[in-house]
């Protein structure tokens, strides 16, 4: 079996947002993946390699260099690369572009819980933080709502105009209150331990999409947010127990388990979209994830050919 090697351009190409999530959705029919996550560290320097394995699919191995005095040598902080193996003979089938996978893993994670939830008529999105993470969500969401006025709210407005100025037609909001309530979807891709959404803000018909808090001590959104929604995430093994947005107020006890009412593995109980309510979605990540969009990625290859 020959060696397929996919850089980032060559599977840009290839891809895009809608069939992108639509591939996630169908990865959530197999059994359920086994994860698991290891690290290594020398100093400053860590070694995170975050492996899947799902019947049908395959295995995959993500793994990522994290250099922070990379900077200094011009080079990114975060670097790797996904190798994916066969399943049926444990044969390594491809090498995916490290960036390539995360760029479109993160955005189409968040993007298949807003296309089940959210306003199919949206007409305002808001983004808050305006970091790279940001700069693909317009990108994604533009794909699906593309009559919608985006907006990014930053804590440096400078940033959100930075990114507003890379893509035109995004505008710049500067009341974040005043932005969250006009929202019909509402994208949070910070690095926040405080909530910076309110749900005093929030009003019926709104789609909350929660994507930057990874570590048991962030959070995006405050109890009054979770207590008015009704909320979903991509995987109940990658939010609840990990990452602070679930995690703390379970502990405090002003969210109970019972209240996450589905992840993708449950995708069909995800409801259609409820003018009355509002729905919140986590975007935990996942090496499950990073598995589905490399499998994705060398079928379009394949295909290609």
Same mark, same amino acid.
């Given at each position: 079996? +020959? #060696?397929? =090697?996919?850089?980032?351009?060559?599977? %840009? !190409? @290839?891809? &895009?947002?809608?069939?992108?999530?639509?591939?996630?959705?169908?990865?959530?029919?197999?059994?359920?993946?086994?994860?698991?996550?290891?690290?290594?560290?020398?100093?400053?320097?860590?070694?995170?390699?975050?492996?899947?394995?799902?019947?049908?699919?395959?295995?995959?191995?993500?793994?990522?260099?994290?250099?922070?005095?990379?900077?200094?040598?011009?080079?990114?902080?975060?670097?790797?690369?996904? +190798? #994916?193996? =066969?399943?049926?003979?444990?044969?390594? %089938? !491809? @090498?995916? &572009?490290?960036?390539?996978?995360?760029?479109?893993?993160?955005?189409?994670?968040?993007?298949?819980?807003?296309?089940?939830?959210?306003?199919?008529?949206?007409?305002?999105?808001?983004?808050?933080?305006?970091?790279?993470?940001?700069?693909?969500?317009?990108?994604?969401?533009?794909?699906?709502?593309?009559?919608?006025?985006?907006?990014?709210?930053?804590?440096?407005?400078?940033?959100?105009?930075?990114?507003?100025?890379?893509?035109?037609?995004?505008?710049?909001?500067?009341? @974040?209150?005043?932005?969250?309530?006009?929202?019909?979807?509402?994208?949070?891709?910070?690095?926040?331990?405080?909530?910076?959404?309110?749900?005093?803000?929030?009003?019926?018909?709104?789609?909350?999409?929660?994507?930057?808090?990874?570590?048991?001590?962030?959070?995006?959104?405050?109890?009054?947010?979770?207590?008015?929604?009704?909320?979903?995430?991509?995987?109940?093994?990658?939010?609840?127990?990990?990452?602070?947005?679930?995690?703390?107020?379970?502990?405090?006890?002003?969210?109970?388990?019972?209240?996450?009412?589905?992840?993708?593995?449950?995708?069909?109980?995800?409801?259609?979209?409820?003018?009355?309510?509002?729905?919140?979605?986590?975007?935990?990540?996942?090496?499950?994830?990073?598995?589905?969009?490399?499998?994705?990625?060398?079928?379009?290859?394949?295909?290609?050919?």
């Amino acid at each position: 079996m +020959s #060696l397929t =090697n996919i850089e980032f351009d060559q599977g %840009e !190409a @290839l891809l &895009d947002w809608v069939t992108l999530s639509d591939a996630l959705a169908e990865g959530h029919s197999h059994p359920k993946a086994k994860v698991d996550d290891t690290f290594l560290y020398r100093g400053d320097d860590t070694l995170l390699s975050r492996s899947a394995w799902i019947d049908g699919l395959g295995i995959a191995v993500k793994t990522a260099m994290i250099f922070p005095g990379n900077p200094d040598r011009n080079l990114p902080v975060v670097n790797g690369g996904v +190798s #994916l193996f =066969n399943d049926t003979n444990g044969l390594l %089938e !491809a @090498l995916v &572009d490290f960036h390539l996978v995360t760029k479109w893993k993160t955005a189409g994670d968040s993007l298949l819980g807003a296309r089940r939830l959210a306003n199919p008529d949206a007409k305002e999105i808001l983004i808050v933080g305006a970091g790279t993470v940001a700069g693909t969500l317009i990108e994604a969401f533009s794909a699906v709502w593309p009559d919608a006025q985006i907006r990014v709210w930053n804590r440096t407005t400078a940033k959100a105009e930075a990114l507003a100025a890379d893509h035109p037609g995004t505008a710049v909001a500067t009341d @974040l209150p005043q932005a969250v309530s006009a929202a019909d979807i509402i994208l949070t891709c910070t690095m926040s331990t405080e909530p910076v959404i309110r749900g005093e803000w929030l009003r019926p018909g709104q789609h909350l999409n929660m994507i930057g808090a990874y570590r048991p001590d962030m959070r995006e959104a405050d109890d009054a947010a979770l207590a008015k929604s009704q909320i979903y995430c991509d995987s109940f093994d990658t939010t609840l127990d990990h990452i602070g947005e679930f995690k703390i107020p379970l502990a405090a006890g002003t969210l109970q388990r019972s209240d996450v009412l589905a992840d993708f593995y449950n995708i069909a109980q995800f409801p259609a979209y409820d003018p009355q309510a509002i729905t919140l979605f986590k975007n935990g990540g996942g090496a499950h994830l990073d598995l589905m969009v490399s499998r994705h990625i060398l079928d379009l290859w394949t295909q290609s050919e």
